[in-house]
């Protein structure tokens, strides 16, 4: 007779990526010798929702690290 006390489910919901991004108005910048500027934000690897209590449910191991999270800034010049 097979039981399920040692299983547990692995359901889970994965915010991944967010990104966000803006350009500055041209005449904004223009009074600073330039042609554009932009300013972006990501996000990787924010949330997980889920019931699972083992260490990371997405990595498909028990033994596997839990996935890093990862924040970029990015500032685009154009001259």
């Known amino acids: 007779m097979a039981t399920s006390d ?10 991944t990526n967010i990104s966000l991004s803006y350009r500055l108005p041209a005449h904004l910048v223009q009074r ?20 699972y209590k083992g260490m990371d449910v997405g990595t498909g191991g028990s033994f596997a690290y839990p996935t ?12």
């Not at 040692?6 to 915010?15: A, P, T, V």
């Not at 010798?33 to 929702?49: E, H, I, R, V």
């Not at 890093?68 to 500032?75: M, P």
């Open 6 to 15: 040692k299983y547990e489910k692995g359901d889970y919901i994965r915010l």
């Open 32 to 51: 600073f010798g330039m042609k554009n500027m932009s300013l972006s934000f990501n996000a990787y690897n924010l949330l997980t929702f889920t019931k």
């Open 68 to 79: 890093a999270r990862e924040y970029n800034i990015k500032l685009s010049v154009g001259f």
